[in-house]
């Protein structure tokens, strides 16, 4: 029998192999097709099943081989199985040790975990925790207010009458061309020493409190001082925090003016460029300052806003949007004649990271044409507050106009929309420097309890667009008591160094009252906080009970992770929280929308679930079972959950005490421990031990071998049941080593691992060991120490049979070094343990092949010989013979692809170098083929928490320049205004001596070049997995005239798939590549996302009225005389285009403290 010759490219050299005709020619269909839906018209053999059309492929008495049959590509399958399962049970010693750990049951015991029980005990721990930190907050919010009550107004206060620690005080001094340097200044600011504290990754003073001032804030004005004054006294009561629980983090108090006292006294971490920290745009400190806000922002870009004037409203509202948190809403509009949008979003929608990202984008589109219509904009705004039928906070109602002025006062809007009860507040904003007459914006804020801000310059935006959260204040300052309630926030980035936290925060209020009988203060005073590091609430939560795969999370109202393993943030922005939502920590399913949905609803539950899991190199999915469990913290908004796989129901605790453990000897005289000295490495193979907190004197190296060490010179001075160890993880260890130095005396030691092309054999445990035989082979070993992240140990764990492990792509080494043994293939299997009726797996063990060797070894088990010495079969004229993997390796491709889609093992020598890579790089028309199959199906996700380079800036040679938008950094540095506010320098001088308006720019400056630094971006990650098909498969790969056919099957008992395949022979039949690796994304589309937002509560309290409220200070127009000489100096410095000199800051809103 031969097979029809193909009528498109040459035949190869060898035995004969001709092409097969097919008629049309088609592109290959792509992922998620089957075959095309058209085409020229076939025989109708071409449209048999393909088990039908294999005999058809040959004619009797032809001289040639053909495409073995599907029941010989069967018994090959057998062979392989056959043999990976015959190593395995000789070297992988499963049974072996098995038998070796009911040899020693009287070493351990069996314990289990009770996930109710447990759950319950550590929502217990953590709000036992949070309690604490509450109660230190109620004696600093308490004692805030009796100080400011306390405190008299001094109106002549000076400079040189207030001492304190100014935290910036070291950089400036260091600066010769900052504030104080440039004015001389007369505070006395103290000189402290520091001492170096692990708490908190910082050196620290514990006997004073520093303080902290935004840079665009005058630290010389009446208020400032003031505020310093009766401040100075939360000292004591910080301290006195700390002696009644010392492991308070910092204690901070937030004030409405923008200064920041905290404790202990720590040095300002001054950033590269302008320090642009104020704790009024903090996370935690607008979480506490209001209640959750439904904001729309409307913005007159009617044609009389141009120029500088449209610039100072696209950054203003970007500051505006600043201000808001995960708890509030919002929307942005245009307005002239009509009212728009200026994003996809036509709706409120939740205020976070990424919406806030699509709108501030968005509004550096809009263009200034038409004419004003104060009408239509405030329509837009009322009929979006109004909409009922989608999320939103349901609290705080406002309406943020930004204008250059107009006359309409839209009365007739206000009364059919908000009148009488005025539930809107409207806040007006004009921008610019302009000759409007402002009372109508004046009466717009006052008649529906708002307020009024004036933007002349730059300089304005940062105080003024923050401003309107004293007016918010208001409801919560009145309801008094009421309002006193601790609020946690999200995940966010301490700004002082100690990493992920969260802050307990509570509003301090004004008590004062402006006269005898007058109404009592409305103004919000700031907010109290502590911090409480993340890494000190996982303390409180079981690990390595856990076992490898079992976690504790937890969640707050919105969805967002508090605890999660998968919180890894590659970098963050302290200017906003870390939202990281449960569903995109773990990979999407209907079961865990439910279990999130009861979790922030604050119920208990209890489910199982099959769901897919990625592995921790992000290389593979699993379809796994887990036991969820979760209950509410109490106290808290926050939610606690559990998660176990069945085969972690039940855990290994070392018993020793029928050792040495009553007499009282160093740890090093135990026995076993003699196998973890490198001395007895030689004979008992390696030992790599997890770098666990055992000992809390334990020095930490990244080295293992230094670890182990550090750990073994330890261990000759503490005794058994010391306790400043760990006994649990300390008496595991121990134990293991045990376990696994008996699995080299009985199975490793006598075995010739060279029978088998095997470079090593190993056994990792949950105690921490991984035992490497023979000890050469450590040299090569690349695997994490630590078996709970090592992703060999995690994937056994989870999968039943044999799971095979290429090395990775990257670090492949070229095929002439494959002479050398240095490359390996991991097989490993988990090591399941009955005793009784508890079941459990402690362990892992596993091989690691010669992948040169095995390559080999694989051609002879896919191939018509029985063993590697027989003499290969030859087909004569008159012989009819199938191909197979070994002898027709030039026109038979057969390859063992693991389920990732990664190359395990080929018949071509040639991909050697290529293991481990993705099949679709190898050969992508087949790995589509297999796709489209349903033998692999894919998952895409978004990796939200990435880092990406900064993008090199491009160079757009004489092309024209695209619109430069300025950051907060740009606006404040001086150089941008040489190069965007020249040309109206004289314009605004003009009106300021006509309108007195102050023009204020501030004209810090920024230090260095741009940041080079990575910044936080989204990733899309595409993973393969094993499809629904199980057996046996046959089918023709067809792309017109080039054709293919393969074969592929399950490798019973492994995550192996076997392929055999014609070898390509023609470019036509080149398909479109998969896609594997890790990409570059702006995640999905928030323009649909927020069409169908995640279920999420607010706060369970709100205060946006209050019958008592005085609305009658409402905001009036500045009225500061203009710096004639400033401005004319700065005019010729411009114009000579010599650097100008700093100038002092101008507190923009000093009225309000007053």
Request: glycine share 6%.
């Amino acid at each position: 029998m031969a097979v029809p010759a193909r009528t498109c490219g040459a035949s190869r050299p060898g035995p004969a192999r001709t092409a097969r005709p097919w008629p049309g020619c088609g592109p290959q269909p792509g992922p998620g097709t089957r075959r095309p839906a058209s085409g020229p018209p076939r025989p109708l053999w071409l449209l048999l099943p393909p088990l039908l059309l294999l005999p058809l492929l040959a004619a009797p008495g032809a001289s040639a081989y053909s495409f073995p049959q599907q029941h010989t590509m069967q018994h090959w399958a057998r062979r392989l199985e056959q043999e990976v399962d015959g190593v395995m049970r000789i070297f992988g010693g499963v049974q072996q040790l098995r038998e070796i750990y009911k040899d020693n049951r009287n070493l351990f015991e069996v314990q289990e975990n009770e996930p109710q029980k447990l759950v319950e005990k550590v929502a217990g721990d953590i709000e036992s925790l949070l309690d604490r930190k509450v109660q230190a907050l109620k004696r600093l919010a308490d004692a805030a207010e009796n100080f400011q009550k306390a405190h008299r107004w001094q109106d002549n206060i000076k400079e040189e009458d207030i001492v304190y620690y100014d935290a910036k005080a070291d950089a400036e001094l260091d600066d010769p061309e900052s504030e104080d340097m440039e004015r001389g200044s007369k505070a006395s600011t103290l000189r402290l020493d520091f001492i170096e504290d692990p708490n908190f990754k910082n050196k620290v003073n514990y006997s004073y409190a520093a303080v902290q001032i935004p840079t665009d804030i005058y630290k010389g004005s009446t208020v400032i001082l003031n505020e310093l004054n009766w401040t100075e006294a939360l000292e004591n009561v910080f301290m006195e925090n700390r002696r009644q629980d010392p492991t308070l983090l910092w204690q901070v108090f937030g004030s409405a003016t923008g200064v920041t006292r905290y404790y202990p006294a720590t040095p300002w971490r001054a950033p590269k460029k302008i320090d642009l920290y104020d704790v009024r745009r903090r996370p935690w400190y607008i979480q506490g300052a209001s209640s959750p806000k439904d904001m729309v922002i409307i913005v007159d870009v009617s044609g009389s806003v141009s120029g500088l004037t449209l610039k100072l409203m696209k950054t203003s509202v970007c500051e505006m949007l600043d201000t808001l948190s995960d708890d509030d809403y919002v929307n942005v509009a245009s307005f002239n004649e009509k009212a728009q949008p200026v994003s996809c979003f036509t709706h409120l929608v939740q205020a976070n990271v990424r919406n806030k990202k699509v709108f501030k984008e968005a509004v550096q589109g809009m263009v200034a044409k038409g004419t004003t219509g104060y009408k239509a904009g405030f329509e837009y705004a009322f009929d979006q507050l109004q909409n009922s039928n989608i999320t939103r906070a349901n609290c705080n109602k406002m309406i943020m106009m930004f204008t250059d002025g107009g006359e309409d006062r839209v009365q007739d809007v206000f009364e059919k929309y908000n009148w009488p009860n005025r539930t809107v507040r409207v806040f007006t904003f004009s921008v610019g420097q302009h000759n409007y007459d402002v009372t109508p914006l004046q009466w717009m804020a006052c008649a529906n309890k708002g307020y009024y801000f004036e933007i002349p310059s730059i300089g304005a935006i940062r105080i003024n667009t923050q401003e309107y959260l004293d007016v918010l204040g208001r409801p919560m300052v009145l309801a008094g008591k009421e309002a006193k309630q601790v609020q946690w926030t999200n995940v966010y980035e301490d700004a002082l160094g100690l990493g992920l936290v969260v802050t307990g925060t509570l509003p301090v209020f004004n008590l004062t009252q402006d006269g005898p009988g007058e109404k009592k203060n409305q103004l919000i005073l700031g907010v109290m906080g502590i911090d409480v590091a993340l890494n000190d609430i996982k303390r409180l939560t079981p690990n390595y009970t856990l076992g490898a795969n079992g976690y504790v999370f937890a969640i707050d109202l919105n969805g967002y992770v508090l605890l999660h393993p998968n919180l890894k943030p590659q970098t963050t922005n302290f200017r906003e929280p870390v939202t990281l939502d449960f569903l995109d920590a773990e990979l999407e399913d209907e079961n865990k929308e439910e279990i999130r949905r009861s979790m922030i609803d604050g119920n208990k539950g209890h489910k199982q679930i099959r769901t897919l899991v990625k592995s921790l190199d992000e290389r593979y999915i699993d379809e796994v079972t887990r036991n969820y469990t979760w209950v509410p913290i109490r106290s808290t908004n926050y939610s606690l959950g559990l998660v176990l796989p069945p085969y972690s129901t039940f855990y290994l605790q070392a018993n020793l005490s029928d050792q040495i453990l009553q007499v009282k000897l160093p740890i090093s005289k135990l026995k076993d421990f003699e196998f973890l000295l490198p001395s007895s490495f030689e004979s008992e193979g390696h030992v790599f031990i997890a770098p666990r907190e055992y000992c809390k004197d334990l020095n930490a190296s990244d080295n293992n071998t230094e670890f182990l060490k550090n750990f073994i010179e330890l261990m000759e001075k503490v005794t058994p049941d010391s306790k400043q160890c760990n006994n649990f993880l300390l008496h595991n260890l121990i134990l293991d080593t045990g376990i696994t130095q008996q699995l080299v005396e009985r199975v490793w030691r006598d075995q010739d691992l060279n029978t088998y092309s095997l470079l090593a054999v190993f056994a990792a445990t949950d105690g921490g060991i991984t035992r490497v035989f023979p000890n050469k082979a450590a040299e090569d070993w690349t695997e994490n120490p630590e078996p709970f992240n090592a992703s060999f140990y995690r994937r056994s764990l989870d999968n039943h049979g044999y799971v095979f492990k290429p090395p990775h792509q990257d670090a492949l080494l070229r095929p002439l070094e494959l002479e050398n043994d240095t490359v390996g293939i991991l097989v490993s299997t988990a090591v399941e343990l009955s005793l009784g009726r508890r079941t459990l797996r402690p362990a892992v063990v596993g091989v690691k092949l010669d992948l040169e060797a095995w390559a080999e070894k694989f051609k002879v088990l896919a191939s018509n010989r029985t063993h590697q010495d027989q003499p290969q079969k030859q087909c004569g004229p008159s012989s009819h013979c199938e191909m197979d993997c070994e002898v027709n390796n030039e026109d038979l491709l057969c390859v063992l692809i693991d389920d990732g889609g990664f190359l395990v093992l080929s018949n071509q020598n040639h991909q050697w170098d290529q293991v481990g890579r993705f099949f679709s790089e190898v050969d992508a028309n087949l790995m589509l083929a297999l796709y489209n199959n349903s033998f692999y199906t894919r998952k895409e996700s978004y990796d939200y928490q990435a880092a990406c380079a900064p993008q090199p800036p491009g160079n757009l040679g004489a092309a024209p320049r695209g619109v430069f938008v300025p950051t907060v950094a740009d606006l404040l540095n001086l150089a941008w205004w040489t190069s965007a506010a020249a040309w109206s320098l004289f314009q605004q001088l003009l009106y300021g001596l006509i309108y007195h308006s102050w023009f204020q720019a501030d004209p810090a400056e920024a230090e260095g070049s741009p940041e080079t630094r990575e910044s936080s971006c989204v990733m899309k990650q595409t993973q393969y997995y094993f499809g629904s098909v199980n057996a046996s498969y046959n089918a023709i790969i067809d792309c017109g005239n080039c054709s293919r056919l393969f074969h592929a099957q399950r490798l019973t008992n492994t995550n192996l798939l076997f392929v055999v395949a014609e070898k390509p022979l023609c470019s036509q039949c080149e398909a479109g590549r998969l896609l594997q690796k890790e990409t570059h994304s702006d995640g999905p589309e928030q323009c649909e996302l927020v069409q169908r937002p995640r279920y999420r509560r607010g706060p369970h309290i709100c205060f946006d009225y209050n019958a008592t409220e005085d609305t009658s200070d409402c905001g009036r127009g500045a009225s500061f005389p203009p710096s004639l000489g400033v401005l004319v100096s700065l005019q010729l410095l411009l114009l000579l285009g010599l650097p100008p000199r700093p100038q002092p800051q101008v507190l923009v809103h000093v009225s309000r403290r007053l």
